[in-house]
Protein backbone atom coordinates (compact mmCIF):
# COMPACT_ATOMS: atom_id res chain seq x y z
CA UNK A 1 0.00 0.00 0.00
CA UNK A 2 0.88 3.68 0.10
CA UNK A 3 0.21 7.37 0.13
CA UNK A 4 1.69 10.05 -1.49
CA UNK A 5 4.15 12.40 0.85
CA UNK A 6 5.83 15.61 -1.46
CA UNK A 7 4.83 13.89 -5.25
CA UNK A 8 6.46 10.92 -3.08
CA UNK A 9 4.69 7.03 -2.79
CA UNK A 10 5.42 6.19 0.38
CA UNK A 11 5.11 2.33 0.82
CA UNK A 12 3.51 0.91 4.46
CA UNK A 13 1.86 -2.56 5.74
CA UNK A 14 -1.26 -2.86 7.30
CA UNK A 15 -2.17 -5.32 9.44
CA UNK A 16 -4.77 -5.91 12.09
CA UNK A 17 -7.72 -3.78 14.40
CA UNK A 18 -7.36 -1.61 17.07
CA UNK A 19 -5.56 1.29 18.49
CA UNK A 20 -3.08 2.32 16.11
CA UNK A 21 0.63 1.51 16.43
CA UNK A 22 3.26 3.16 14.23
CA UNK A 23 6.77 1.73 13.26
CA UNK A 24 9.40 3.44 12.17
CA UNK A 25 12.90 1.60 11.31
CA UNK A 26 16.09 2.80 11.44
CA UNK A 27 19.04 3.39 9.24
CA UNK A 28 19.41 0.83 6.30
CA UNK A 29 16.30 -0.82 7.23
CA UNK A 30 12.41 -0.99 6.57
CA UNK A 31 9.14 -2.02 6.76
CA UNK A 32 10.18 -5.77 6.70
CA UNK A 33 12.25 -5.79 10.15
CA UNK A 34 8.81 -5.42 11.66
CA UNK A 35 7.21 -8.12 10.20
CA UNK A 36 6.69 -10.66 12.97
CA UNK A 37 6.38 -8.04 15.60
CA UNK A 38 3.62 -6.48 13.38
CA UNK A 39 2.08 -9.74 13.44
CA UNK A 40 2.35 -10.54 17.00
CA UNK A 41 1.33 -6.88 18.03
CA UNK A 42 -1.67 -6.90 15.12
CA UNK A 43 -3.60 -9.56 17.42
CA UNK A 44 -4.78 -7.05 19.55
CA UNK A 45 -3.79 -3.47 17.41
CA UNK A 46 -3.99 -1.85 14.14
CA UNK A 47 -0.44 -1.84 13.27
CA UNK A 48 1.64 -0.26 10.45
CA UNK A 49 4.87 0.15 9.42
CA UNK A 50 6.53 2.64 7.12
CA UNK A 51 9.21 2.81 4.60
CA UNK A 52 10.98 5.99 5.46
CA UNK A 53 12.35 7.96 1.87
CA UNK A 54 15.30 6.29 1.02
CA UNK A 55 14.32 2.70 2.41
CA UNK A 56 12.68 -0.21 0.91
CA UNK A 57 10.58 0.62 -1.43
CA UNK A 58 10.35 4.50 -1.24
CA UNK A 59 12.16 6.92 -3.10
CA UNK A 60 14.62 9.61 -1.48
CA UNK A 61 13.14 13.23 -1.43
CA UNK A 62 15.66 16.06 -1.74
CA UNK A 63 19.42 16.52 -0.81
CA UNK A 64 18.85 15.69 2.92
CA UNK A 65 16.60 13.47 5.41
CA UNK A 66 16.56 15.09 8.03
CA UNK A 67 14.40 13.68 11.25
CA UNK A 68 11.70 16.67 10.90
CA UNK A 69 11.31 16.12 7.70
CA UNK A 70 10.62 12.08 8.37
CA UNK A 71 8.63 13.33 11.11
CA UNK A 72 6.31 15.41 9.00
CA UNK A 73 6.10 12.53 6.64
CA UNK A 74 5.16 10.47 9.80
CA UNK A 75 2.41 12.79 11.03
CA UNK A 76 0.95 13.35 6.94
CA UNK A 77 0.45 9.73 7.29
CA UNK A 78 -1.37 9.79 10.27
CA UNK A 79 -4.01 12.13 8.74
CA UNK A 80 -4.31 10.20 6.02
CA UNK A 81 -5.34 7.39 8.25
CA UNK A 82 -7.48 9.95 10.36
CA UNK A 83 -5.59 8.72 13.47
CA UNK A 84 -6.75 11.12 16.09
CA UNK A 85 -4.12 9.43 18.42
CA UNK A 86 -1.38 6.89 18.07
CA UNK A 87 1.66 4.81 19.61
CA UNK A 88 4.92 5.12 17.96
CA UNK A 89 7.90 2.28 18.16
CA UNK A 90 11.11 3.70 16.62
CA UNK A 91 14.20 1.62 16.40
CA UNK A 92 17.51 3.08 16.13
CA UNK A 93 16.93 6.30 13.86
CA UNK A 94 13.36 5.60 14.15
CA UNK A 95 13.40 6.72 17.81
CA UNK A 96 15.28 9.88 16.57
CA UNK A 97 12.33 10.31 13.90
CA UNK A 98 9.46 9.24 17.21
CA UNK A 99 11.32 12.27 19.04
CA UNK A 100 11.25 14.68 16.58
CA UNK A 101 7.34 13.59 16.31
CA UNK A 102 7.03 14.49 19.66
CA UNK A 103 8.15 17.85 19.57
CA UNK A 104 5.29 20.44 20.22
CA UNK A 105 4.59 21.95 16.80
CA UNK A 106 2.02 24.86 16.97
CA UNK A 107 1.91 24.69 13.06
CA UNK A 108 0.39 21.02 12.73
CA UNK A 109 -1.76 20.11 10.50
CA UNK A 110 -5.59 18.33 10.42
CA UNK A 111 -5.59 16.36 14.22
CA UNK A 112 -2.83 18.89 15.65
CA UNK A 113 1.18 18.25 15.94
CA UNK A 114 2.42 14.50 17.13
CA UNK A 115 2.97 15.76 20.98
CA UNK A 116 -0.69 15.93 21.15
CA UNK A 117 -1.27 12.73 19.80
CA UNK A 118 0.74 10.15 20.60
CA UNK A 119 -0.50 7.73 23.35
CA UNK A 120 2.50 5.68 24.04
CA UNK A 121 6.14 6.56 22.29
CA UNK A 122 8.93 3.08 23.33
CA UNK A 123 12.65 4.14 21.62
CA UNK A 124 13.77 1.10 21.12
CA UNK A 125 17.89 0.57 21.02
CA UNK A 126 17.68 4.42 20.74
CA UNK A 127 18.56 7.68 22.09
CA UNK A 128 17.35 10.81 22.39
CA UNK A 129 20.91 12.48 22.48
CA UNK A 130 22.71 14.38 19.27
CA UNK A 131 25.60 12.73 17.75
CA UNK A 132 28.83 13.88 19.39
CA UNK A 133 31.74 15.65 17.68
CA UNK A 134 33.44 12.46 16.61
CA UNK A 135 30.08 10.34 15.38
CA UNK A 136 29.53 13.80 12.87
CA UNK A 137 32.83 13.15 11.81
CA UNK A 138 31.94 9.16 11.61
CA UNK A 139 29.02 10.03 9.30
CA UNK A 140 31.19 12.15 7.17
CA UNK A 141 33.42 9.54 6.66
CA UNK A 142 30.27 7.04 5.56
CA UNK A 143 29.25 9.15 3.23
CA UNK A 144 32.76 9.49 1.38
CA UNK A 145 32.42 5.77 1.36
CA UNK A 146 29.13 4.85 0.18
CA UNK A 147 30.16 7.25 -3.07
CA UNK A 148 33.25 5.44 -3.35
CA UNK A 149 32.45 2.02 -2.43
CA UNK A 150 28.43 1.64 -1.55
CA UNK A 151 28.71 -2.43 -1.50
CA UNK A 152 31.70 -2.88 0.90
CA UNK A 153 29.59 0.15 3.05
CA UNK A 154 26.02 -1.46 3.12
CA UNK A 155 28.07 -4.78 4.34
CA UNK A 156 29.80 -3.59 6.49
CA UNK A 157 27.76 -1.21 8.10
CA UNK A 158 24.78 -4.17 8.91
CA UNK A 159 27.28 -6.26 9.93
CA UNK A 160 28.30 -3.36 13.00
CA UNK A 161 24.66 -3.22 13.80
CA UNK A 162 25.26 -7.31 15.66
CA UNK A 163 27.66 -8.50 18.25
CA UNK A 164 30.56 -10.18 16.99
CA UNK A 165 29.37 -13.42 18.99
CA UNK A 166 25.75 -13.05 17.09
CA UNK A 167 27.61 -13.02 13.69
CA UNK A 168 26.91 -16.94 13.55
CA UNK A 169 23.97 -17.71 15.11
CA UNK A 170 22.34 -14.90 13.50
CA UNK A 171 24.11 -15.74 10.11
CA UNK A 172 20.49 -15.98 8.03
CA UNK A 173 19.43 -12.71 9.76
CA UNK A 174 22.14 -10.66 9.38
CA UNK A 175 22.54 -11.81 5.72
CA UNK A 176 18.64 -11.10 5.10
CA UNK A 177 19.52 -7.30 6.58
CA UNK A 178 22.21 -6.79 3.72
CA UNK A 179 19.92 -7.67 1.28
CA UNK A 180 17.55 -5.11 2.73
CA UNK A 181 19.95 -2.71 2.56
CA UNK A 182 21.22 -3.10 -0.88
CA UNK A 183 17.04 -1.83 -1.63
CA UNK A 184 18.64 1.99 -0.28
CA UNK A 185 19.73 4.10 -3.03
CA UNK A 186 22.97 5.50 -2.69
CA UNK A 187 21.29 9.29 -2.36
CA UNK A 188 18.74 7.87 0.34
CA UNK A 189 21.83 6.81 2.07
CA UNK A 190 23.67 9.71 2.05
CA UNK A 191 20.36 12.11 2.62
CA UNK A 192 19.77 9.94 5.98
CA UNK A 193 23.47 10.30 7.00
CA UNK A 194 23.21 14.06 7.07
CA UNK A 195 20.05 14.07 8.84
CA UNK A 196 21.21 11.71 11.19
CA UNK A 197 24.41 13.87 11.59
CA UNK A 198 22.56 17.45 12.41
CA UNK A 199 19.65 16.32 14.40
CA UNK A 200 19.36 18.13 17.46
CA UNK A 201 18.97 16.61 20.92
CA UNK A 202 16.00 15.91 22.15
CA UNK A 203 16.02 14.97 26.12
CA UNK A 204 13.65 17.90 26.79
CA UNK A 205 11.40 16.58 24.49
CA UNK A 206 11.66 12.93 25.95
CA UNK A 207 11.02 14.64 29.25
CA UNK A 208 7.82 16.10 28.43
CA UNK A 209 7.05 12.48 27.36
CA UNK A 210 7.96 11.41 30.61
CA UNK A 211 4.58 9.55 31.52
CA UNK A 212 3.77 7.93 28.10
CA UNK A 213 7.47 7.02 26.96
CA UNK A 214 9.95 4.05 27.26
CA UNK A 215 13.40 3.38 26.55
CA UNK A 216 14.20 -0.16 25.92
CA UNK A 217 18.11 -0.52 25.56
CA UNK A 218 20.79 -3.86 25.07
CA UNK A 219 22.99 -3.88 27.63
CA UNK A 220 25.95 -4.38 24.91
CA UNK A 221 24.73 -2.29 22.29
CA UNK A 222 27.73 -0.60 20.65
CA UNK A 223 25.56 1.66 18.39
CA UNK A 224 23.80 3.96 20.84
CA UNK A 225 25.89 5.41 23.74
CA UNK A 226 24.55 2.70 26.38
CA UNK A 227 25.68 4.42 29.59
CA UNK A 228 24.54 8.25 28.70
CA UNK A 229 21.35 6.91 27.56
CA UNK A 230 20.89 4.98 30.80
CA UNK A 231 21.78 8.25 32.83
CA UNK A 232 19.52 10.05 30.69
CA UNK A 233 16.56 8.02 31.68
CA UNK A 234 17.44 7.26 35.31
CA UNK A 235 18.45 11.37 36.31
CA UNK A 236 15.06 12.25 33.66
CA UNK A 237 12.47 9.31 35.26
CA UNK A 238 12.24 7.49 32.32
CA UNK A 239 10.95 4.09 32.14
CA UNK A 240 13.86 1.72 31.05
CA UNK A 241 14.17 -1.94 30.03
CA UNK A 242 17.16 -3.05 29.77
CA UNK A 243 17.26 -6.56 27.82
CA UNK A 244 20.13 -8.86 26.94
CA UNK A 245 22.13 -8.20 23.55
CA UNK A 246 22.98 -5.60 21.55
CA UNK A 247 21.10 -2.98 19.33
CA UNK A 248 19.28 -5.93 17.08
CA UNK A 249 16.57 -6.59 19.93
CA UNK A 250 14.11 -7.20 17.59
CA UNK A 251 16.20 -10.00 15.96
CA UNK A 252 18.42 -10.91 19.21
CA UNK A 253 15.36 -12.00 21.99
CA UNK A 254 12.23 -11.46 20.00
CA UNK A 255 10.17 -12.55 22.48
CA UNK A 256 11.45 -10.99 25.47
CA UNK A 257 11.05 -7.83 23.45
CA UNK A 258 7.50 -8.59 22.91
CA UNK A 259 6.54 -9.07 26.73
CA UNK A 260 8.32 -5.64 27.09
CA UNK A 261 5.89 -4.12 24.35
CA UNK A 262 2.72 -5.31 25.19
CA UNK A 263 3.34 -4.80 29.12
CA UNK A 264 3.90 -1.20 27.99
CA UNK A 265 1.71 -0.77 25.99
CA UNK A 266 -1.15 -2.14 28.42
CA UNK A 267 -0.90 0.00 31.24
Same mark, same amino acid.
Given at each position: ?14 ? *? ?10 ? /?? &? @? +???? !? ?73 ? *? ?10 ? /?? &? @? +???? !? ?136
Amino acid at each position: MTFTYKQTKVHFTSS *GEGEPIILLHGF /LE &N @S +SMWK !DLQQQLSETHSVFALDLPGHGNTEAIGYIHTMEEYAALVLAFADHQKMDNFSVIGHSMGGYVALALAEPNPHACL *GGSGSERIKKLI /LL &N @S +SPLA !DSESKKKERNRAITMIQKHPEAFVRMAVKHLFLPEDQKRLSAEINLAISEAEQCSQQGIINTLKGMRDRKDRTEVLRQMLERSLIVLGEEDKVVNFEKTKAIAEKEGVPLKILPGGHMSHMEFPDMLLKTVQEFLSR
